[in-house]
């Protein structure tokens, strides 16, 4: 690699931090509605012409900008958990999961692009950017409980009694995973995400300020349940 390319390089790089920024600060200044190939152009100093040399267009770049914060929240999870690297089980999933309640309520903004952008099937993952990094999040918490399904099986349901359909959305799903878990035991996972999740994106999106002003001792609650249902030990922060 020459020097003049590599130089050539870095200025693109730089370029494109410098645009992400810009439409970051567009994001949480005024919404998502502000975020526009031209607005973004006019706060890097270039035309809206211009801005298509680095994004093919607005969906472009609202992709590459939701990467850097699904990366962005993957890290603070990835941190919490390498911070407890000696804790027991229980303890690192309960540091990751307050870790990623603690980014989306400090980034609401750019929390509420990532619940509008949805992670692709396993078995269906595009190669772009957005889901690679959305992969790298949702595998934070998918590592640590097959870790403890393989050390520590949790309870799981018969499933001969769940309906047929949930039995075969199950065994894709399990089979996507290339069998880290298996139906019964992807069951429990994907149940406890959807209430961590979706208790979270209540939360983040105010869905529920007509009742709460602070719903921190709600979510301990819910990972005090989750524990029980996963076998762990509760632990409060």
Known sequence: ????????????????????????????????AAVTINAVARRVGMSGPALYHYYAGHDELVGAVTADFFRELATAMEQARDAHAGAPIGGRMLAVCRAMRAWAVAHPAEFGWIFASPIAPPNRRPDSARHQAALRFEQVLLDLTVELWRTR????PDLAGLPASLREQLSAYSAAIDGQLPPEAAHVFLSCWIRLYGLLCMEVLHQLDFAYTDLEPVFEECLR?????????YEAA
């Open 225 to 233: 349940d989750l524990a029980a249902a996963l076998g762990l030990d």
């Open 1 to 32: 690699m020459s020097a003049h390319t590599s130089r050539r390089q870095r200025l693109r790089q730089a370029t494109l931090e410098e645009i992400h920024a810009a439409a970051r600060t567009l994001l949480v200044e005024q919404g998502s």
């Open 153 to 156: 099986p949790f309870p799981v």
